[in-house]
């Protein structure tokens, strides 16, 4: 049977290819320019496949890829043979129509080189694991990196789910029950919004509770104590106002300080822990598993960009990647039906409203 997968599937089987085919990785900057001055040569790359571990090992010497499984050399293949290759998946995946397809083609040579799957196995958020040369601590470490494809589909950075939906009280107003129902009855793409709306509109305002996952109120209280209280807050300006991107709606919590910083000297406190929020998601964060703190993807991200060129985020340039995260996610509504979330609710006799928290790429 032909092996299918979407574009941020194939982009997985891309970037293997690219990567041995090109033999290093260009830092990017904070608007996804390579840094040419700032690379990093790669030694290996490993990837799991169900029948085991295989490692793609670059011989410079000899313009020589060594393929090999727990330290037995299967194969030995050219590097331009990965450079022709990507470059022929790369078309492939461009011009493809569908959600889902197959690439004939790509399918045969990755049988060639014991590439079996298009998603490799991994049980964390690290999509591929390379050991590069560091040429500024002269090390050679092996690190984790998750793939974001720009040649499908906007990739999430943290997906929906009852674990990620806020919960607030409405206050300053009791509402009937046919006034229930009326506010839960408005339809429409902004059905949200404007159920918000009608709950101003009656004199009513909504103050947060908590968070319907209690491990998710902690992992985001062990990253910043007021973490979970500024990221209501992000979900109250985007279910409210027109206002979508992580920068835009960061940019006016530091405007309206809700939390009551002292911002007398400017400190940008509000940009400065939603950074750190965006990171620790990118590298290991899930709303449902308690976090711990140590990152599963510990090299950071690769971006394939819309032509093709990779480039990489390394947590060691923590700050363009920061910005990188700051500068090109933003807030989105996720399905209220499947989630729970956007209707009025009354519970131990007080009235609440869930909000849901979704953050997706914009490129």
């Known amino acids: 049977m032909a092996k299918t997968g979407n574009k941020g599937e194939w982009s997985e089987i891309y970037t293997l290819f690219k990567l041995l085919g090109d033999k290093q990785v260009f ?6 320019n390579r840094i040419e001055a700032l690379f990093y040569p790669i030694i290996k790359i490993l990837r799991s496949e169900n029948d085991g571990n295989h490692e793609y090992m670059i011989d410079n010497t000899a313009n020589l890829i060594f393929i090999s499984d727990n330290n037995k050399k299967l194969f030995e293949i050219p590097i331009l043979t990965f450079r022709k290759q990507a470059t022929q998946l790369l078309s492939e995946i461009k011009s493809a129509q569908g959600s889902s397809f197959s690439i004939p083609e790509t399918e045969k040579f990755m049988n060639t080189i014991a590439c079996k799957q298009i998603k490799a196995k991994s049980t964390d958020k690290s999509d591929i694991k ?13 690190l984790g990196f998750s793939i974001k494809s720009q040649l499908g589909g906007a990739s999430t950075l943290l997906n929906a789910g009852n ?4 919960i607030y009280n409405i206050k300053n107003l009791l509402l009937s029950d046919s006034q229930v129902n009326k506010i839960n009855q408005i339809d429409g793409n902004s059905k949200i919004k404007d159920r ?3 709950i101003k509109h009656l004199g009513g305002h909504l103050e947060f509770q908590t968070t319907e996952c209690e491990i998710f109120k902690n992992n985001l209280t062990l990253i910043d104590s007021l973490l979970p209280d500024i990221l209501a807050a992000c979900l109250q300006i ?4 027109d206002l979508k991107t992580i920068k835009q709606i960061t940019d006016k919590l530091e405007k309206d300080n809700p939390l009551h910083f002292d911002i007398k000297d400017n400190h940008r406190f509000y940009e400065y822990k939603m950074k750190r929020f965006l990171v620790d998601v990118a590298l290991g964060m899930m709303p449902s598993k308690v976090w711990n703190g140590q990152y599963d993807a ?6 394939v960009k819309d032509d ?6 390394h947590i060691y340039n923590r700050n363009d990647f920061e910005s990188y995260l700051y500068n090109n996610t933003k807030f989105e509504t996720a399905s209220s039906t499947r989630h729970n979330f956007g209707t009025v609710e009354k519970i131990d006799g007080k009235q609440i409203l869930k ?5 997706r790429f914009t490129r």
Request: aromatic share 12%; proline share 2%.
């Open 238 to 241: 985007f279910f409210s106002s």
């Open 196 to 198: 918000i709306f009608e």
């Open 130 to 142: 390379i050991v590069i040369h560091d040429l500024r601590t002269n090390a050679n470490p092996l």
């Open 163 to 166: 674990t990620t939906n806020f």
């Open 27 to 32: 830092a990017g900057d904070a608007n996804l």
């Open 355 to 359: 909000l849901n928290l979704q953050i």
């Open 298 to 303: 510990t090299g950071g991200y690769l971006i």
């Open 308 to 313: 093709g060129n990779i480039v990489c985020y």
